[in-house]
Each structure stands twice: as structure tokens, then as C-alpha cells.
């Protein structure tokens, strides 16, 4: 018998779903509530309910991403686990045979409760992929920038991330893969970057980006779908200068007239968003500046960031979001990091340390504000991160964090953590994510059953539904920030199931509560 493909394992036997060949067609009743503050402190909630169809289609595209920082310990550690897979390699290490895997990925290694087994009451749980069509990793075609000339193969034994024994079998697939040329400006990034600086596009503002559209539109003859990630060096906060960086027209004028302050992350987002091509920003500086963003709306081009969230960070979103929830009130942390990449070099320039600091300390906003009984309106947590450059340990990232909560009567709770891992092979599988779940994202839309003749429309220009893979997730305007990882988790999933006909994870179990 012929194995069921993935995108096939999971049926939904309802009136409210109907599978078409090109597309999964759904009727959702999604519910919210409205409240109003009454001046009178009641707060007024009236439960109300839209009536939308949820398109899915179900053709995978394929899909190309293309990364900026492709040399980079994170872009040479996803290709090279892309093609390990590809080429089924095993290899040899001192605890035994190892094979690719991909652990520590949403889409690829994690499951969802989807309900209790009619013989016996048990949960069942199905791979994520399962539930909708996505894009087989193996399939996903590669390519990408770097300012750094060295092949795929050099970067791979640059970055001294995985054994020697894979490395060794993936040189005549990875020595081949070569990175386009970048731009490099002193301005953005460490000056301590810039003895790999050796493959540079020499030429003004205007000629880079539209290189870089060029670039992008290769990769569009040989994919339908591309997604651009930036996963390149963290650059230093860009000044929001009026009459540059503050709306789209004079953003394309200051790139037409070669402003100094244009960062290089801009340049890529530009390039993309006139290519109307998804734009990830994996690190933490504020390349969605006002006039990208406008650029984006225009053009109806999504984009998506701000730096990825793997390791201790991701760990704080879900600490701080426990506490708070148990009525435990986080007072004081402190966050020390040392590690020994490229990346911790680049972190040791203290302009682009800034750019981290915000994005790591930010995290716990969501929770803070959550919980009016603990916090007085304003009311901070005292919150402080290191970070240390050590160049001998390589890209095993060390972090240690202590959390100083006040619990009953004046007691206190003091929570330590230290968190030791490879940080390339925390960040590969969140970058395979965001270009899986980026792709499953632009064949949904949704319309609304209310309102006569409405079309199918997509998501809007910033893709928040990403937001679990970032530690600040830029949302659109009006919208607010949800830092906490199971709320991002239960976003993705229910978004997920919606365009099943089903209603969101509840937990309630109440097959096994009541008579
Ligand atoms: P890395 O230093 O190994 O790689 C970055 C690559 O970018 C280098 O090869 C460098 O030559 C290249 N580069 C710099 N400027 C460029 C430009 N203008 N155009 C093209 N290439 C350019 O760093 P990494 O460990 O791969 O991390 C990449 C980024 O991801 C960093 O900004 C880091 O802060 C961010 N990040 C990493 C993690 C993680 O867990 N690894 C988590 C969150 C964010």
C-alpha cells in the first residue's frame, strides 16, 4: 500500500470544511470578546462572534530562501543540515552513528493534540506538518549573500558547529554553494567585521538594491515562492532621521541619493518589498524603520521580525509568563551571556550590543502589563543583560540567568538557570520555521461571511502570526505584542486548525470532567 503523503494523514470529517483539489475551504465562527472599562471599575464584556471562510491553498510552492549572512555560523548550519537530509549522510561520532534530524523545529518535530481517541479516551496527538500541506525542507532551494567571499564548505568548518565526520561528506555539495556579494557599511556593524569583508557589491545605494533585486529575481525564475531572512550581523540602531527614514518616498530618495545613514538591512527589506517578496529580520536592530514599513503597506509585501528568539530568551518568555500567571511577582533579572562566535565578536562593539540589549529586555513586557495585581501602573522590573565575547568557546553559548520573584509575606523566590548549547543549532531549525510557516502563510486568506461580496484577503503586510520565532515581533498598527511562547504557540496552532473548521485547543476535556 502506498504511503499516505503528510499533508494527507489528517481528515476533517465536518460539515464545516470542504476538501477541494487546489484548495481546503473552511467556515469558521471566530469568537472574541469586546470590553469596555465603565468608569464605574466594571469592566463590561459582551462576547461576539464573525462569521469567516478560511481559503487554504493547497499547492506547496517551492521555495527558495535566499539569506543575508549566508556564510554566517546560522546560514551555513541550516544548509548544511538542508542537504544532510537531502543526501540521507550518516555519520560517525564518539557516542555512536548519528543521523540528521530536526530537532528543536516547530513544523518538523512537534506535535498537536488534535482530540481523544473514540476506542479508549486517550489524547492523540499528530505531527505538525500533517495538518496542512508545507514544504518539504529537502525541497527548499538555497542561496544568499555574505560579505564574506568563503564558500559554503569553508563557512561550515569556519563555524566549527557540527562533527568533523559530516563535514566532511557534505564539502563536495557545500563547496560549490557560493554567496552572492553584499554591501558593507562601516557605519552598521563591528568594525571587528571587517577583515572578512572581501566580497563586497562596490557601487553606490541605488546600484546595490537594484542588484539585490536582481539577485532575488534569479532566484524567482527558479522558485515560486522566496522569502529573504536576514541572518546577518546585528547592525547598530539607525538614527530615524525626518526626510530619510521616516516615510517610503523619501526612503527610495535618500537610497537614490546615496544617504550614509540607509543601513544595509534596509537595503535588503527595500529589495524585497519592491520585489514583493517576504522580508524576515532575524537580528535585532530596527531595519523595519517607518519608511520600510509604509514601503510594505504599499506594495502589499510582507515582513516579519525582529530577531530570532531560541535560547535564553525564548526560556524568559515562558518563566516570566508562568510566574506572573501563578500571581508570583518577578522583581529582578539578570541575564549574563558568554559565548564565543562571530556573533558574540560582533556583540562585543558595544553600539551593536545596545541593538540586543533592547530586544532581550523588552521580552517580558507582555507579562508585566498582563497582571495589574502585581504591578502598579509604570512599575518596572529591575532587569539587567551581559553580554561577554569568549572567543575559546566557540559557538556554545553559555547563559546564566536569575530570577528574584517576591512570593507571600515578604518572602522572596530566587530562580537560577544556566543554559549551555550550540546557538547555530537552536537558531537553524527557527529559521527553517519562519521560511515553512512564511510559505504556508502566503496560500491563506480569509474572508468574511457578514460582509456581502467580500474577497479573499491574505494576512496583513506584517506577519505577526510568526511572532513565536521572534523576541520582538513587529505587529501592525493597533495591534498588541504577545511576547509569551505558548500564546505565540497556541496562535500558529489555532490559526492552524481554524483553516481545519476547528475550534481553537480549549483544554477543557470535558468528555472526562462531567457525567
Ligand atoms: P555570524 O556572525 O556567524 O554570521 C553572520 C554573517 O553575516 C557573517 O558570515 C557575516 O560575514 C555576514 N554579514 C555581515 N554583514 C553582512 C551584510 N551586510 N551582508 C551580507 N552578509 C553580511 O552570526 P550568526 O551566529 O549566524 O548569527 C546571525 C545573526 O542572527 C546575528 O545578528 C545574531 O545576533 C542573530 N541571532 C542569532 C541567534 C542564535 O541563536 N544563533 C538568535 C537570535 C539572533
Redesign the pocket.
Known amino acids: 500500500m502506498d504511503a499516505v503523503p503528510a499533508s494527507r494523514r489528517v481528515f476533517v470529517d465536518s460539515p464545516n470544511v470542504r476538501y477541494e483539489d487546489d484548495q481546503i475551504i473552511a467556515d469558521y465562527r471566530y469568537s472574541a470578546n469586546e470590553v469596555t472599562k465603565r468608569p464605574n471599575g466594571v469592566v463590561h464584556v459582551k462576547p461576539v462572534e464573525k462569521r469567516l471562510q478560511i481559503r487554504t491553498n493547497r499547492k506547496v510552492n517551492r521555495l527558495g530562501l535566499m539569506m543575508?549572512?549566508?556564510?554566517?555560523?546560522?546560514?551555513?548550519?541550516l544548509t548544511a543540515a538542508i542537504e544532510a537530509h537531502r543526501q540521507g549522510i550518516t555519520w560517525k561520532t564518539r557516542q555512536g552513528l548519528r543521523k540528521p534530524n530536526w530537532l528543536g523545529s516547530l513544523t518538523q518535530a512537534s506535535t498537536v493534540q488534535i482530540g481523544l481517541d473514540t476506542t479508549d479516551g486517550s489524547p492523540v496527538y499528530v505531527p505538525f506538518k500533517d495538518l496542512l500541506p508545507t514544504v518539504d525542507p529537502k525541497d527548499i532551494i538555497i542561496d544568499?549573500?555574505?560579505?564574506?567571499s568563503?564558500d559554503l564548505n569553508e563557512?561550515v568548518r569556519?563555524?566549527a558547529v557540527l562533527d568533523v565526520g559530516l563535514q566532511d561528506q557534505l564539502e563536495p555539495y557545500l563547496k560549490f554553494c557560493k554567496?552572492k556579494p553584499?554591501?558593507?557599511?562601516e557605519k552598521?556593524?563591528a568594525l571587528n567585521?571587517m577583515g572578512?569583508?572581501d566580497?563586497l557589491i562596490e557601487a553606490s545605494d541605488q546600484k546595490v538594491l537594484d542588484q539585490i533585486r536582481e539577485d532575488i529575481r534569479q532566484m524567482k525564475s527558479k522558485a515560486d515562492t522566496v522569502v529573504v531572512v536576514?541572518?546577518?550581523?546585528?547592525?547598530c540602531l539607525c538614527p530615524v532621521l525626518e526626510g530619510v527614514h521616516d516615510t517610503a518616498d523619501n526612503l527610495l530618495a535618500a537610497i537614490a541619493n546615496g544617504h550614509e545613514d540607509v543601513s544595509?538591512?534596509a537595503?535588503?527589506a527595500v529589495a524585497s518589498i519592491l520585489e514583493k517578496v517576504p522580508f524576515i529580520n532575524?537580528?535585532?536592530?530596527n531595519t523595519f524603520v517607518p519608511g520600510v514599513r509604509e514601503l510594505a503597506q504599499r506594495e502589499k509585501s510582507w515582513i516579519a521580525g525582529d530577531?530570532?528568539?531560541?535560547?535564553q530568551?525564548r526560556m524568559k518568555s515562558v518563566l516570566v509568563d508562568f510566574l506572573v500567571s501563578c500571581g508570583i511577582k518577578p522583581v529582578a533579572i539578570a541575564s549574563y551571556n558568554h559565548l564565543g562566535?562571530?556573533?558574540?565578536?560582533?556583540?562585543s562593539s558595544h553600539q551593536?550590543f545596545l541593538a540586543?540589549k533592547a530586544s532581550k529586555t523588552n521580552v517580558i513586557d507582555d507579562a508585566v502589563l498582563s497582571n495589574d495585581i502585581l504591578y502598579e501602573p509604570g512599575e518596572k522590573v529591575d532587569h539587567t543583560v551581559i553580554i561577554e565575547y569568549l572567543p575559546y568557546l566557540g559557538?556554545s553559548?553559555r547563559a546564566m540567568d536569575e530570577y528574584t520573584s517576591e512570593i507571600m509575606f515578604g518572602g522572596t523566590n530566587t530562580i537560577v538557570m544556566h543554559n549551555v548549547c550550540e546557538?547555530?543549532l537552536?537558531?537553524?531549525p527557527?529559521i527553517l520555521d519562519l521560511a515553512i510557516l512564511t510559505e504556508l502563510a502566503t496560500r491563506i486568506s480569509f474572508r468574511s461571511v457578514d460582509v456581502k461580496d467580500s474577497e479573499f484577503q491574505p494576512f496583513t503586510t506584517e506577519l505577526s502570526i510568526l511572532s513565536y520565532m521572534f523576541?520582538a515581533p513587529i505587529i501592525q498598527e493597533g495591534g498588541h505584542v504577545v511576547n509569551a511562547l505558548n500564546k505565540q504557540r497556541a496562535s500558529i496552532l489555532n490559526i492552524v486548525r481554524a483553516c481545519l473548521g476547528l475550534a481553537p485547543e480549549h483544554h477543557m476535556d470535558l468528555e472526562t470532567k462531567i457525567p
Open positions: 543575508v549572512g549566508w556564510g554566517g555560523n546560522n546560514g551555513s548550519t544568499g549573500w555574505d560579505i564574506s568563503a563557512s569556519r563555524a554567496p553584499s554591501v558593507y557599511k552598521f556593524i567585521q572578512r569583508a566580497n536576514w541572518t546577518a550581523n546585528t547592525e544595509p538591512s537595503l535588503f532575524g537580528s535585532p536592530q530577531d530570532f528568539k531560541t535560547g530568551t562566535n562571530n556573533d558574540g565578536k560582533n556583540l551593536q540586543k559557538d553559548k546557538d547555530s537552536l537558531a537553524a527557527v523576541k
